[in-house]
């Protein structure tokens, strides 16, 4: 199973931006769907943004359509999240989650389909 680290979280002001790192182990990264999920004090956790193996294919919750960009450097091992014109809303733990072959639809927003989580990263966004 692969493993996964985070990083790039921060402290950031409204309007700004950072990038989310997710390294992987493994030489079989390319082979699975990547997703991140994020946990605000006090919620449950939330999907974020997916994508497929091969980068083809990607889904956003609509809280951050237009905003954040998923994608993957599969030579790499690492997947990414580009997040833009951050909201203090936009503050939570975030994590990335990995399963092997394709996830579309419902299964690739849904927490439970992925078998492989990260310790996740602190994203705080101040006003």
């Known amino acids: 199973q692969v493993q996964l680290v985070e990083s790039g979280g921060g402290l950031v002001q409204a309007g700004g931006s950072l990038r989310l790192s997710c390294a992987a182990s493994?030489?079989?990264?390319?082979?699975?769907?990547m997703g991140w999920f994020r946990q605000a004090p006090g919620k449950e956790r939330e999907f974020v943004a997916a994508?497929?193996?091969?980068?083809?294919?990607?889904r956003y919750a609509d809280s951050v359509k237009g905003r954040f960009t998923i994608s993957r450097d599969n030579a790499k091992n690492t997947l990414y999240l580009q997040m833009n014109s951050l909201k203090p809303e936009d503050t939570a733990v975030y994590s990335c989650?990995?399963?092997?072959?394709?996830?579309?639809?419902?299964?690739?927003?849904?927490?439970?389909?992925?078998?492989?989580w990260g310790q996740g990263t602190q994203v705080t966004v101040s006003s």
């Open positions: 493994g030489r079989t990264f390319s082979s699975y769907s």
């Open positions: 994508l497929t193996p091969n980068g083809g294919s990607t």
């Open positions: 989650a990995a399963q092997p072959g394709h996830l579309y639809g419902y299964f690739a927003a849904s927490a439970g389909s992925y078998g492989a």
